[in-house]
């Protein structure tokens, strides 16, 4: 599922690069820095000390990399670049704190990243892929087709740009923008691990969020894997055949196997699975479908997240107001967790569903 993940994708064409890129740093982990740096004749601990620079220290350029000899600065500069994204364009909601970037992988396509705050919160969410293969029928991702996956790096980059960018410290990331996670998920998992790491960004398991529209598979390949990280799933159906409405991808994992795996993933990890519900208007907003809903998952260890839909013109509307309240009055009978999440930035297309690359006004 995607909070974020309506890509306009008219003029997001690949720019033809002629010549050969430079390998970015960003994305490498420890070992990987180390090995690379072997040509260079240096000492062992130089790997550590640019894994911090990139990671923790917020440098943008090798000349910022203070304690590195300038010789050694030099070379790296001519062989690898830090960053393998480039900031094309950040906009800012009118009436809330919330942004949107906008950014170019280096074989040129673009992806999209928010940053949301609400109280001490300031929560990023980032793309896991350029495009999606998912085809979610409420999504315009699913317009563009899939992409290609974006690289670790490519990944960690939207955070280490958005953190300087915003000049604040990002405390939640969550992997709900373009993409489905867990198609991309030795990636995504790398790329949470190194968001995680101690000497590095040091961003606690528990402060990230993996989004899946449930790939049932790859659910329990991460509980047999035991990741802390937390998860979601997109539920956005009271029954299979709901589902089924607007998520075809319910076909090949059914909602009984999914319940199975969820099951497992909370009793193994101890931890709930949140269930993202979107209300749609005349699709997912009955009162008939929140009894569904409490008969469905009583005696599950879940949460569950009511999202209200934001129009995006398309063929499904949020609910009035009224049908939106008689909803969770109804849901308040369940004996699990339910919260409603109200986006943030729908003024800029960046709330839940609503991301656009608009590259007109990149241009203007
Ligand atoms: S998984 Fe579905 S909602 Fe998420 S980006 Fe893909 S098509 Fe959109």
Not at 216 to 234: P, V
Request: charged share 25%.
């Amino acid at each position: 599922m995607s909070c974020a993940s309506f890509l306009d994708n008219r003029n997001s064409a690949p720019v033809q690069t002629t010549k050969k890129s430079k390998i970015a740093l960003v994305g490498l982990k420890l070992e990987e820095l180390e090995s690379i740096l072997t040509e260079f004749s240096e000492p062992s601990f130089r790997g550590q000390q640019i894994f911090e620079w990139l990671y923790r220290s917020r440098v943008d350029l090798f000349d910022q990399m203070g304690n590195l000899p300038s010789d050694f600065r030099n070379a790296l500069s001519e062989k690898f670049i830090i960053h393998p994204l480039k900031e094309v364009h950040v906009t800012g909601s009118s009436s809330e704190p919330t942004q949107k970037f906008l950014f170019e992988l280096q074989s040129g396509e673009k992806v999209e990243s928010v940053l949301m705050k609400e109280g001490k919160r300031t929560t990023l969410c980032i793309s896991s892929q350029v495009g999606c293969a998912v085809n979610c029928d409420f999504c315009a991702t699913a317009s563009m087709g899939f992409q290609k996956n974006l690289s670790v790096g490519e990944i960690v980059d939207q955070f280490l740009h958005v953190r300087r960018a915003a000049k604040t410290n990002i405390t939640n990331v969550v992997f709900m923008g373009m993409g489905e996670p867990f198609l991309n998920y030795n990636r995504v998992i790398a790329a949470a691990d190194l968001m995680n790491a101690e000497k590095g960004i040091k961003l606690g398991a528990k402060r990230i969020t993996i989004s899946t529209v449930g790939i049932t598979s790859k659910i329990k390949r991460y509980t047999d894997e035991k990741h802390r990280y937390k998860l979601a799933i997109s539920l956005n159906g009271s029954s299979q055949e709901s589902r089924l409405q607007t998520m075809p991808i319910a076909k090949k994992y059914p909602l009984e196997g999914l319940l199975t795996v969820i099951d497992n993933y909370s009793l193994t990890s101890r931890h709930p699975v949140t269930l993202e519900y979107v209300l749609m208007a005349g699709i997912t907003d009955n009162i008939d479908d929140a009894l569904k809903l409490i008969d469905m998952l009583t005696g599950h260890r879940c949460k569950l997240n009511v999202i209200p839909y934001n129009d995006i013109g398309g063929k499904y509307k949020r609910p009035a107001d009224d049908v939106i309240e008689a909803f969770i009055i109804a849901l308040k009978k369940a004996p699990f967790p339910v919260t409603v999440r109200w986006s943030k930035g729908t003024d800029i297309a960046a709330g839940c569903g609503q991301l656009a690359v608009m590259e007109s006004s990149v241009i203007n």
